[in-house]
């Protein structure tokens, strides 16, 4: 008999980190070509923010840590097809898309943070080839975040479970064998 347990999967640091990275995240897209000083301080605030969670992917508790969640290519197709044919079933922290999510917008997010600020501290072809890259990383930055959370839409249906929720609360439920 399978029977639904409520597990405790976000710490509250790990939740309050994805909050306020949507909040900056969401001002700098906002501030952009228009408040020059609030985008760049908020592109700060980014890269803080992506530093930080960069150390608790080491420090922090179990789920929090890449090496729970950072899978290789093939756990990644694998969990795919499970997916695709019904195989699937919820997992405490990051499934291995969602993993790899993870990393690709915290490298995307980086990588946007830097050559913004490198933009704005160089000159010359430099300094333009920076910003060029910056406004592309940017702009495809929201492509990465509509896929993410057309993602989480999807897994909460499959899941039956609204995993958003799990980013405010902490809590997902599990399926166990009775």
């Known amino acids: ?4 347990r409520e597990t405790y999967v976000w710490d509250i640091i790990t939740r309050v980190f994805h909050w306020l990275l949507v909040l900056a995240y969401c001002t700098a897209q906002l501030t952009a070509e228009e408040w020059d000083i609030v985008h760049e301080y908020t592109g700060y605030i980014i890269l803080g923010l992506v530093s930080f969670r960069i150390i608790w ?5 179990r789920n929090a840590q890449f090496s729970e969640f950072v899978k290789s290519p093939r756990m990644i197709k694998a969990h795919l097809v499970d997916v695709l044919i019904g195989r699937h ?11 790899a999510m ?3 917008l915290l490298v995307w997010l980086c990588l946007t943070g830097i ?3 490198l933009s704005t501290t160089l000159s010359g072809n430099v300094a333009e080839y920076l910003e060029i890259s910056h406004e592309f990383l940017g702009e495809y930055s929201l492509v990465l975040i509509a896929l993410h959370i057309a993602a989480v839409i999807v897994m909460s249906v499959i899941e039956r479970q609204n995993l958003a929720n799990t980013m405010i609360d902490g ?3 599990l399926k166990r064998n009775c």
């Open 115 to 117: 050559t913004g600020l």
């Open 57 to 61: 992917g080491f420090v922090g508790p």
């Open 89 to 99: 079933s919820p997992e405490a922290g990051h499934n291995p898309a969602g993993g």
């Open 1 to 4: 008999m399978m029977n639904d």
């Open 102 to 104: 993870v990393l690709i």
């Open 171 to 173: 809590k997902k439920h």
